[in-house]
Structures are given as C-alpha cells and as structure tokens.
T-cell receptor, first 114, second 111 residues
Framework: NAGVTQTPKFRVLKTGQSMTLLCAQDMNHEYMYWYRQDPGMGLRLIHYSVGEGTTAKGEVPDGYNVSRLKKQNFLLGLESAAPSQTSVYFC?????????????FGPGTRLLVL | GEDVEQSLFLSVREGDSSVINCTYTDSSSTYLYWYKQEPGAGLQLLTYIFSNMDMKQDQRLTVLLNKKDKHLSLRIADTQTGDSAIYFCAEIQAAGNKLTFGGGTRVLVKP
C-alpha cells in the first residue's frame, strides 16, 4: 500500500515547455486534489476531482489542465510553463466518507521554471 | 468568500508552551484542522476539531475553537526542538470537500 505517490519529485523547465505531473493512489479514494504551495501563501487549490471522469476548477486554475481518466490517477498538465508556475505541487486524496482523517498528502513535486 | 489567516512567525523557548492562532471567515465551516510541515516534506495532519466542539485535547496538543469570533488556536505544551516547523490551519465546509488553508505559521523553537 503506497498511499499517494507523485511523479516526478523535481523538474526544471524552460519557459514555454510543457509537462505533466502524475498523482497515483491505491486507496480507492474518490476525491483527488492538486494544490500549489508558495511561501507565505499556504496551499492554493488548482483543480480537483470528485470521481473518475470528473474535474473542477479550484482557486488558481489558469495555466493548468487536469484529467481523471482512471480513478487511481489524477494528472496535472502545464501546456506552456511560465516562471510564475515555479512552486511545490502537492496532490492529496480524500476518503469516501469525506472525513479528513482519511486524507493523504503526496510527497510533493518541486517545479522550477526558468 | 473563504479566507483563513495566520500570523507568519512564532519563536518559543524549548519547554515553554506555544500558541498558534488562526482566524477564518466562513461560518459554515464544519471541520477545522491543524497540519504540520517539516522542511522538504508534505503536510502531516496533526489534529482536527468539529465545529460544534469548543476544545479538543490530544497529548501535548490542545485545540480551542471560538466559533462566535471564528478563531482557532493550537497550543503545544512543553514545546520541543522537533516541533520547529510550519503549521497550517485549514477549514472545510459542509457544502463541499475542499480544504481552504491559511498561509502557515513558522514556529522556531530555541534551545
């Protein structure tokens, strides 16, 4: 039981390049979330999904796209990376009862956009 | 809208108690949480409190909730150097399953 894993752990991109961050979970959780963390700003929700095949916008969705084709995977895409997207990205999942004692955080992906 | 605020920094001596404060604006919050983040790591859920409770104690941690003032606090008794970290409060509403986080309070424990 790996919990929540994120790939890659670290990446450097040039402005305009694209990439996809993968979040995978083996807990059969319905809800999955992508957050970005920036100094002094806490975690801000980018996009989230309440089940396979569904996605919704969070607080800061611009410049990102997501897909949830399979229940266990939640992908975050950057089509044309910008320096403002330099951040640490966290994927989280929420258990089906909606109680956050069942929430799990991935280890994070550090992204640097030059 | 939703807004959760925390002070940026707290310095405390080892062995003293730490109190980290948080204010929120949304009165429909159902659960409120405290997370701990150590350098280079993800967030670790420390404790949570349901909105119909005033207080919750869990070993060295005491959570106080003043729902009227929308104020949440986390008290750490006998603070240790291992408690140095960033602490985030967060809330979730009954209407959805999205967490709103505060900006985090960096706690530095001095020996």
């Amino acid at each position: 039981n790996a919990g929540v894993t994120q790939t890659p752990k670290f990446r450097v991109l040039k402005t305009g390049q694209s990439m996809t961050l993968l979040c995978a979970q083996d807990m059969n959780h319905e809800y999955m979330y992508w957050y970005r963390q920036d100094p002094g700003m806490g975690l801000r929700l980018i996009h989230y999904s309440v089940g396979e095949g569904t996605t919704a916008k969070g607080e800061v969705p611009d410049g990102y796209n997501v897909s949830r084709l399979k229940k266990q995977n939640f992908l975050l895409g950057l089509e044309s990376a910008a320096p403002s997207q330099t951040s640490v990205y966290f994927c989280t999942t929420l258990g089906n009862r909606g109680y956050l004692e069942t929430q799990y955080f991935g280890p994070g992906t550090r992204l640097l956009v030059l | 809208g939703e807004d959760v605020e925390q002070s940026l920094f707290l310095s405390v001596r080892e062995g003293d108690s730490s109190v980290i404060n948080c204010t929120y604006t949304d009165s429909s919050s159902t659960y409120l949480y405290w997370y701990k983040q150590e350098p280079g790591a993800g967030l670790q859920l420390l404790t949570y409190i349901f909105s119909n409770m005033d207080m919750k104690q869990d070993q060295r941690l005491t959570v106080l909730l003043n729902k009227k003032d929308k104020h949440l606090s986390l008290r750490i008794a006998d603070t240790q150097t291992g408690d140095s970290a960033i602490y985030f409060c967060a809330e979730i509403q009954a209407a959805g399953n999205k967490l709103t986080f505060g900006g985090g309070t960096r706690v530095l424990v001095k020996p």
